[in-house]
């Protein structure tokens, strides 16, 4: 069985711009969660997406966004990239429906973004 | 607010030797998941363990055990028989639901052959 699956595994940006980070879940797995890995936040929940509704959001300005497709496929989006969005985005996919989803989790290897 | 603490930044420990990792976390939830997550280099974290809080029972993952103390609140990590591919960041995170979960600041783990 495929892991997580995230794309790009690199990715460096001009501050201003924006972004958009791709995870495929494991085949099966409908909630996909997402997580920013920072040296000096360590790391923050973003949100969690279930059958194409965000279910659940963490403390983020709205420059964060996401979706999920109807195959279970999230994206991340970040507009106006600042310097302080240079990190380690990791997303999570759990085959568990409930709200203790993250019991099961399946972490993918991230996208390192770097905003110069 | 749920918050972890891993207080050791670093940790060493020989090959074949026992070492364990702390962790406390603040909750006022009775009913909850506690996690040591893997993290090598090559940045994937990789479930080590798990520990529901309503079960007494410390849950155990072949060398991987954990010292849940409900009361005080304090979840470490015992890890028996280090191997060198033990060596990587060591999370502890606590499950809020809904696929949010709460990671302590890390303890890096160095195995010297």
């Known amino acids: 069985k495929a892991g997580v699956t995230q794309t790009p595994r690199y990715l460096i940006k001009t501050r201003g711009q924006q972004v958009t980070l791709s995870c495929s879940p494991i085949?099966?797995?409908?909630?996909v969660s997402w997580y920013q890995q920072t040296p000096g936040q360590g790391l923050q929940f973003l949100f969690e997406y279930f059958s194409e509704t965000q279910r659940n959001k963490g403390n983020f300005p709205g420059r964060f966004s996401g979706r999920q497709f109807s195959n279970s496929r999230s994206e991340m989006n970040v507009s106006t990239l600042e310097l302080g969005d240079s990190a380690l985005y990791l997303c999570?996919?759990?085959?568990?429906?409930?709200?203790?989803?993250?019991?099961?989790?399946?972490f993918g290897q991230g996208t390192r973004l770097t905003v110069v | 607010a749920q918050t972890v603490t891993q207080s050791q930044p670093e940790m060493s420990v020989q090959e074949a030797e026992t070492v364990t990792l702390s962790c406390t976390y603040d909750t006022s939830e009775s009913d909850y998941y506690l996690f040591w997550y893997k993290q090598p280099p090559s940045r994937q974290m990789i479930l080590v363990i798990r520990q529901e809080a309503y079960k007494q029972q410390n849950a155990t993952e072949n060398r991987f055990s954990v010292n849940f103390q409900k009361a005080a609140k304090s979840f470490s990590l015992k890890i028996s028989d280090s191997q060198l591919g033990d060596a990587a960041m060591y999370f502890c995170a606590y499950g809020v639901g809904w696929g949010d979960m709460r990671f302590g600041a890390g303890t890096r783990l160095t195995v010297k052959p």
């Open positions: 085949s099966g797995h409908r909630s």
């Open positions: 999570a996919s759990t085959g568990r429906i409930d709200r203790e989803a993250n019991t099961e989790a399946f």
